[in-house]
Each structure stands twice: as structure tokens, then as C-alpha cells.
């Protein structure tokens, strides 16, 4: 791993790599400022110069902030840049994702799936009252927190009121199949 000074601000410490994704890396932190730990995605280097990711990326954090302290959503708390990379600074779901829930534990319980999807329900419902739909929902992008309850995560390719569209004709964005 990259010294932490090269992936994130010096107020991030004990960065430890979690996960990368189809954007970015995201990383376990400590905010030293505030006290507390969290998830921070990083675009990926490979994508640094490639304005339309890059404005992707910035599509999600501010999708997601829109949504930030709505129940069953990642909050966000802070959104910036750091050598030439984009962040975003979310609470951490200790739980993992749904779909590592799942290849670890094969079938779930039907009543935990049940709250899973009422958790995902109202998550969805919250941002579509905000005018934004989330068009990647799968179990990769269904976090869970420390009572075992669903966070939905991963507004890369929403499409929201008030924000340009970044869809053209001909293509599709999201997780095929």
C-alpha cells in the first residue's frame, strides 16, 4: 500500500485498503479530526485523467450527500481532492456488503433478507422523493452496519434532478447482467 500521504489528507491516518470497485479503491481510516473511523473511496489512479469518470465520481458524492442522513443511506461526510484524486468520506458499514454476506454464508435467513429489502426499500424511496434514482442497486452496493442493517452505497451512476445528465444515447452505465 501507497504511503498515506499519497492516497489521502494528512487527517486521515491508519488507512488500510478494503475493497476496489469499478471506480476506485475505498480504504478503512481513521479521521483524526473528528475521532472516529470511515470508509473513504478514492477514484482510481487509472482514472485521473479522464474527465467523465471524474465528473462521475463527483455525480455520486453529491448524489449521495443529497441523501446524507436519510435512514439506510451511507452518509457522507466530506467530499475534496488530494493529489489530484478525488474522495469521498463516508461512514463505515463494519458489515461488508450483502453480496460477501452471501459467498461467505451461502442463503441467508428469509427474515433477515426480508429486512434487508424492506432497509433497501426505503432507502430507494427516500431518494426517489429527492428525485434521484440510484440505477446500480445490487448486493455489491447494499452495506451492512453493525446491527445488521442495510446502507445503501455506490450513487456513481445515478441519475438525480438538478444534476446534467451524463447518459447518452446507445450506452449503459451500472453493472451488466
Known sequence: MADRNDILPPRYSDVQHLARGGMGDV??????????????KV???????????RQRFTREALAAARLSGTANTVT????GEWNDRPYIVMELAEGGTLDDRVKAGGAQQPSDVLRWLSDAAAALDAAHQAGIVHRDVKPGNLLLDGRGEVR??????????????????????????
Open 76 to 79: 457522507i461526510f466530506d467530499v
Open 27 to 40: 480504504y478503512r481510516a481513521t479521521d483524526t479530526a473528528l475521532g472516529r473511523t470511515v470508509a473513504v
Open 152 to 177: 445503501v452505497a455506490d450513487f456513481g451512476v445515478a441519475s438525480a434532478v438538478g444534476m446534467d445528465s451524463m447518459t447518452m444515447t446507445g450506452t449503459v452505465l451500472g453493472t451488466a447482467g
Open 43 to 53: 477514484l482510481g489512479d487509472r482514472y485521473a485523467d479522464d474527465e467523465g469518470v
